[in-house]
């Protein structure tokens, strides 16, 4: 028996479909009787929330791109000790909608801070306890904004600080995203996401069982 769990994390730019498809994933596991810790980032522990707030509220202006690291991996060092090592340990399944590949995507590129700030902030913070397997929703940002839009408005709320950047901002984050995944082909597995949910959620199924019959022996079907 392994003592180790799975860490499984979902990344792409805002509106890609990651909270859909973290919702499908989580439930379909449970299904199949797996355990499962289901977290979300920024945010995970209570601490963690309130970072969020400050992180997403359009009211936060002037947040220095190093401070807005700084919170981001503050909230990531309490994630990390309250629920996802913890559940590990345990042997659970973690699946996390976002974690440090946002960082490097948003920050290192968005930003512009750079990938080795956001590598220093990584190897205090984080350290061994990287993800297995990141699954990276990719889609044009025009038609991801307009997702992300689409669901604000039947929300009735506004765009966070995040949405509000514009294209330019996700390009960057995107091409941040495509570089990673280029450089860790076997980590992360690219999702195209202009289709439909059924599809994509069945891809999806596909990689992550693949990757449980190979590292854990786990038969799922
Ligand atoms: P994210 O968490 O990446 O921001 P969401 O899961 O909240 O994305 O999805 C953003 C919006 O797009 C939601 O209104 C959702 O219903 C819709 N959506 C999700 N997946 C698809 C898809 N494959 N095709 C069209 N719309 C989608
Ligand atoms: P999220 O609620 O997942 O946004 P969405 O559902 O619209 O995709 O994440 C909130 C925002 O936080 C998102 O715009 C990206 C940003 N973020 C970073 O910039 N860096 C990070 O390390 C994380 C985890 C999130």
Avoid: W
């Avoid at 601490?47 to 997403?56: A, P, Y």
């Amino acid at each position: 028996m392994r003592r180790r769990g799975i860490f499984i994390t979902l990344e792409g730019i805002d509106g890609t479909g990651k909270s859909t498809q973290f919702r499908l994933l989580v439930d379909s596991l449970r299904r199949r009787g797996l355990t499962v810790c289901a977290t979300r980032e920024p945010g995970g522990t209570e601490t963690g929330e309130k970072v969020r707030g400050i992180l997403l509220a359009s009211k936060t202006r002037r947040l220095a791109p190093l401070a807005e690291l700084a919170l981001i991996y503050a909230a990531r060092a309490q994630h990390l000790e309250q629920v996802v090592r913890p559940a590990l340990a345990r042997g659970e399944i973690v699946v996390s909608d976002r974690y440090n590949d946002s960082s490097y995507a948003y920050q290192g590129y968005g930003r512009k801070l750079g990938v080795e700030a956001v590598r220093a902030f990584d190897r205090v913070v984080c350290g061994a306890t990287q993800p297995d397997l990141t699954l990276l929703l990719d889609l044009a940002p025009r038609k991801s904004l307009d997702r992300a839009q689409g669901r604000e408005t039947r929300r009735n709320s506004r765009h966070g600080r995040f949405e509000a950047q514009g294209l330019a901002f996700h390009r960057r984050v995107r091409q941040g995203y495509l570089e990673i995944a280029k450089r860790e082909p076997r980590r992360v597995q690219v999702v195209r996401v202009g289709r439909p949910i059924a599809e994509i959620q069945a891809e999806i199924e596909g990689l992550v069982d693949e990757f449980l019959r190979q590292h854990l022996g786990i038969f799922l079907i």
